[in-house]
């Protein structure tokens, strides 16, 4: 039983690092998404400033390619990271149904035992009840 009851402590500490794993990709694209947003809008605003929205022109600013290859760089970066979320996912139901049978296990046994207990019980009741009826 404590080798059981150690196994269910490591998958749901197995399970908790795959959520916290999770968490963080997902932190990481939205911060990414945010992050080109807000380049999205510096990009408009230098546009509007100097007016001129064609990137082939000689006089678009250096700014707003610099920022439009960032965010070109981020949202990459962010698509490459939904595959790994998509793993990470994948990881996670794996180890949740992992720990799911070892707890289902846990279970069973721990009703047998309620049941074997519960017969003993049982017994030693009808064993008192036969005494007190043989007087």
């Known amino acids: 039983m404590k080798t059981r009851d150690s196994l269910i402590r490591l998958k749901r500490f197995?399970?908790?690092d795959k959520?916290?794993?999770?968490?963080?990709i997902e932190s990481m694209i939205a911060e990414f998404n945010r992050m080109a947003d807000e380049l999205d809008e510096q990009i408009r605003a230098e546009?509007?400033?100097v007016g001129i929205t064609d990137v082939t022109h000689f006089a678009y600013p250096t700014f707003a390619k610099a920022a439009a290859t960032r965010r070109d760089n981020l949202r990459n970066s962010?698509?490459?990271?939904?595959?790994?979320?998509?793993?990470?996912?994948?990881?996670?139901?794996?180890?949740?149904?992992?720990?799911?049978?070892?707890e289902q296990l846990e279970e069973r046994d721990q009703q047998r035992e309620r049941s074997a207990q519960e017969m003993a019980e049982q017994e030693e009741l009808d064993e008192i009840a036969g005494?007190?009826?043989a007087r």
């Open 78 to 102: 962010a698509h490459e990271l939904d595959e790994q979320l998509e793993r990470a996912r994948e990881e996670l139901a794996e180890a949740i149904e992992e720990l799911k049978k070892f």
């Open 19 to 24: 959520r916290r794993q999770l968490t963080q």
């Open 47 to 49: 546009q509007e400033r």
């Open 131 to 133: 005494r007190v009826r």
């Open 14 to 16: 197995q399970v908790d």
